[in-house]
């Protein structure tokens, strides 16, 4: 298993302010001991091919592999032309990410928003059709495209349309390619989808290539079934605090069970800091001390399996 960091705490000055850059994130991130970054689209303020050699001569000098891009397609847009455009812009992003990355490299796909009158049957086809269409170039690219069980992306109008895990799984189920498709596992979007995180690890942990690591908890008095909308989901409740990596509602003994029983051994990439670098650094310590304990041995049985299903493609 392999350690990357992400900055949730700093994607508005990042993302949305642009007071921060990605040079300055680099820099910073060199004291957390980690094997790599996983980087958001919304990093990249310049897309221009000299402008991304020099984020990857950066991202090189400073000792980090780039295994996970953080892209945001809105494949469920009622407007087709808005769809054609998303599907560009995640085709540019997927050429990014092998640039940066490599090999290997995950990029992530999402299914869209869940637009309002959106029906469940449209828009898991316009989902589907969208990421089957990305297939081909991951393929070229020797890329992965990893679909995130997701909240609401930065930016976003409305939340996920795949949000809850019926639908979720709809949309993973019609997508047969376990090579250059699969799942970005992420436990507390599980929590806000209104489901146990392990529980829905056990029913996607075989399609795994990726994973961001976060945890949450309640404030005092709090309880997930007061936080529980009627569809079922949570949502980003104000009461549903981000923290250190461990110590929250996640139960990641039980989570790092299932990924070691499966043979998984891929990247894990910390999703915190959003109350400070400290905390970032608390969760790296709990991502390298979980690494000595529980994955240790797993990494041959992992790459065992990746060769049989890219030998079987």
């Known amino acids: 298993m392999r350690i990357a960091a992400f900055p949730k705490g700093y994607l508005p000055a990042m993302v949305l302010e642009r007071t921060k850059t990605v040079y300055e994130w680099i820099a910073e991130a060199r004291s957390l001991g980690v094997d790599g970054l996983e980087l958001h689209t919304g990093f990249l303020w310049d897309t221009s091919p000299g402008e991304v050699a020099r984020l990857r001569d950066a991202l090189h000098e400073a000792g980090f592999e780039m295994p996970m891009m953080c892209a945001s397609p809105d494949l469920t847009n009622p407007d087709a032309d808005a769809r054609a455009r998303e599907l560009d812009r995640q085709a540019e992003f997927m050429r990014i990410t092998a640039e940066l990355g490599g090999p290997g490299a995950s990029c992530r796909v999402l299914s869209g928003q869940a637009h309002p009158g959106l029906a469940e049957e449209q828009g898991v086809e316009w989902a589907v059709e969208g990421i089957r269409s990305l297939l081909p170039l991951a393929r070229e ?32 189920d019609a997508i047969d390619d376990r090579v250059h498709f699969g799942v970005q596992f992420d436990p507390s979007n599980a929590i806000t989808a209104g489901v146990d995180a392990a529980d829905f690890l056990e029913t996607v942990v075989d399609r795994v290539v990726t994973m961001q690591a976060s945890d949450r908890y309640l404030d005092p008095g709090a309880s997930l079934d007061d936080l529980r909308q009627a569809d079922g989901t949570i949502g980003y409740a104000p009461a549903l605090q981000h923290g250190v990596i461990g110590r929250g509602l996640n139960d990641y003994p039980r989570i790092f069970r299932i990924l070691v029983d499966a043979g998984y051994d891929g990247w894990i990439s910390i999703e915190d800091g959003v109350n400070g670098l400290d905390e970032l ?21 992992r790459v065992r399996s990746l060769d049989a299903a890219r030998a079987a493609a």
Do not use: C
Not at 283 to 293: G, I, M, N, P, Y
């Open 281 to 301: 650094q608390a969760s790296v310590d709990f991502l390298v001390d979980a690494r000595e304990r529980w994955f240790g041995g797993s990494r041959e049985v």
């Open 141 to 172: 690219l020797g890329i992965v495209l990893a679909m995130e069980n997701h909240y609401k992306a930065t930016g976003w109008r409305y939340p996920e349309f795949a949000q809850r895990p019926s639908v979720y799984r709809r949309i993973l």
